[in-house]
């Protein structure tokens, strides 16, 4: 598979208009004498605002078709997970999604979570007749927070949903992942970017450790949790399937 690097723009920019606001008021107040602690708190209050915008790292995430070491060891924890291809009206009678879905939930296990006592097991897949999320091209820029809204009346609280889309229908992300959903785009399943953003949806922020599935750059040496993510991840677990 080619390998392609996507821009980081979006980010960016929000990133760069929270500086330039931040710059604007700590001007402000300097002329109007506010200093100290006060402008501290109010720094600190826009740091804690941007961290949204980095929770999906859909932006700039690379193919990799890398080998892996597959592990079959029994888990000891379990989450179910539903698989949801996002279809529009005109596509619904005839999808051309044809992802065997043993296989990519077996890749999922055996190539990344068996190994730390964590296993994804199929619920159901179905269907979603979703415009707006069908074709994410139209909300360039605001991709998350409207995968978030499409989402909110079709997944069980008590599973991971995977919210499956076409590449073609989407511009520069390859995934996102949050609040146990997680949407990808179709050539984007049996790579790094699948397990990289169930992980953001088990509640996982982004690691610098240079082999961290968790990781934002060199996405085909991704292969491990650390302890306190697998502890996080099984913790979340245990929570969700207090739901069944």
């Known amino acids: 598979m ?3 690097t996507k821009p980081t723009y979006i980010i960016f920019t929000s990133i760069q208009r929270i500086k330039n606001c931040s710059l604007y008021y700590s001007y402000k107040m300097n002329k109007n004498g506010v200093t100290g602690s006060i402008k501290i708190i109010y720094q600190q209050l826009l740091f804690i605002i941007s961290i949204p915008l980095l929770l999906s790292c859909g932006y700039s995430d690379d193919f990799d078709n890398e080998e892996i070491d597959r592990n079959f060891s029994a888990p000891d924890k379990i989450i179910k997970v539903n698989i949801i291809y996002v279809e529009s009206l005109e596509t619904l009678g005839k999808s051309s999604y044809t992802l065997d879905e043993v296989e990519f939930i077996n890749y999922l296990n055996e190539g990344y979570f068996h190994r730390f006592g964590i296993g994804l097991e199929l619920s159901e897949s179905k269907s979603l007749i979703n415009e707006e999320l069908y074709d994410l091209r139209d909300n360039t820029g605001s991709e998350p927070s ?18 499956i889309v076409k ?6 992300i390859a995934g996102i992942g949050r609040d146990q959903r997680v ?6 399943l049996f790579t790094s970017t699948a397990p990289h953003e169930i992980g953001h949806a088990l509640g996982l922020f982004h690691s610098h450790e240079p082999e961290n599935i968790m990781n934002t750059v060199g996405k085909n040496l991704r292969h491990h949790f650390n302890e306190n993510q697998e502890m996080k991840i099984k913790k979340r677990i245990d929570e969700i399937n207090l739901k069944n």
């Open 183 to 188: 949407l990808i785009t179709d050539e984007n």
């Open 146 to 163: 409207t995968f978030l809204m499409q989402s909110r009346k079709s997944y069980d609280k008590s599973k991971v949903n995977i919210y």
């Open 167 to 172: 590449r073609s229908n989407i511009f520069g």
């Open 2 to 4: 080619k390998k392609t």
